[in-house]
DNA sequence: AAACACTTCAACCGCCGCTAG
DNA sequence: GCTAGCGGCGGTTGAAGTGTT
């Protein structure tokens, strides 16, 4: 009888006439209690399944799009604090899902660890995305914007919210009653962080309101994604490396030619790897 | 133009914690 | 206190898209 219900289910991608269901359905009766929403809606799916659904790609507040600098450099140092726990970090990136700050952290900055051949969750890497990537990512933040110097000025704190403040904050925000009350460390001081990030407000695919980023000095972000200094390199960056340690790696260098890692980066970055044996 | 390799991301799965009965 | 059902979460998968040879 189960199985016979089972059977009946949809699977895989979602239809548009599913989407539309599944949005009418709550315009007029809300979300939650899933499992019968799912009935109620007419939808042959699970309640998991629309729910997942609605909350990473139909909700009206879902932002779609690429991350931008602000966000990676959010996603990273939260990261650096609380680990794998997504949702907790969505949360703190307006209109983004832990799906998707999961698919970033795992295409991208996995990616970078992998190449390193260094664990994610290692003292190198870590060390890494601290001394290296953030500092960059802030650098490029900071020339988008067309100079200043708050966030530069706001470096040495930042790291030191990576460091210091890791347990203390993490402590602090698990005992708070709500994770947005929490930021005696967190937003405070990522507030530099996230009052860079512009709105602008459009609809989905359907026609609702959604947000959408507005990249600051835009400038097509496609094309920096997962780099602090957001070039692809094709072989370039350090230049060849038979261990295959570092060739390739989207952070050192430029598809044009030009590589964007002064020699003193490049010294750095090689000296911590050798400092851990690699 | 075609084949292959690589990347992205939507969706599923399984586990866990909470809660109502 | 026990249990079933549900929602939420993190990990994983695979189809589709894109780039490269």
């Known amino acids: 009888m189960e199985e016979e219900a089972n059977m009946e289910l949809r699977r895989g991608p979602w239809t548009v006439e599913e989407d539309l269901l599944l949005m009418n359905y709550i315009a007029n009766h809300g979300e939650g209690r899933w499992n019968l929403l799912a009935e109620a809606a007419g939808l042959k799916r699970t309640?998991?399944?629309c729910r997942l659904r609605w909350l990473n790609?139909?909700?009206p507040d879902v932002r779609r799009g690429n991350i931008t600098l602000e966000e990676q450099l959010k996603i990273l140092e939260l990261h650096y604090r609380w680990g794998n726990r997504w949702s907790k970090i969505a949360q703190h990136l307006?209109?983004?899902t832990d799906n998707e700050i999961k698919n970033y952290w795992r295409t991208r900055v996995q990616k970078q660890a992998k190449q390193l051949q260094c664990d994610v969750n290692s003292k190198l890497f870590k060390d890494t995305m601290r001394y290296i990537w953030?500092?960059?990512?802030?650098e490029r933040i900071q020339a988008q914007r067309g100079g200043g110097t708050a966030s530069l000025e706001a470096l040495p704190q930042l790291c030191g919210a990576a460091d210091d403040g890791v347990s203390q904050s993490y402590t602090q925000d698990e005992n708070s009653s709500t994770a947005a009350s929490s930021d005696s460390m967190g937003t405070s001081q990522m507030s530099m962080v996230s009052d860079f990030t512009a709105e602008t407000s459009s609809t989905n695919c359907y026609g609702m309101k959604v947000q959408e980023?507005?990249?600051i000095g835009h400038g097509g972000y496609q094309?920096?994604?997962g780099s602090p200094y957001g070039y692809a390199d094709h072989g370039h960056g350090l230049g060849s490396n038979q261990g295959g340690q570092l060739e390739g790696n989207m952070w050192l260098g430029s598809s044009e030619g030009s590589t964007v890692w002064s020699d003193e980066d490049i010294w750095l970055l090689q000296?911590?790897?050798l400092s851990y044996g690699l």
């Open 271 to 273: 000296q911590h790897c």
């Open 47 to 49: 309640g998991k399944s």
């Open 134 to 138: 953030i500092p960059r990512l802030m």
């Open 57 to 59: 790609y139909l909700r």
């Open 223 to 225: 094309e920096c994604l």
């Open 213 to 215: 980023n507005s990249q």
């Open 94 to 96: 307006p209109g983004r």
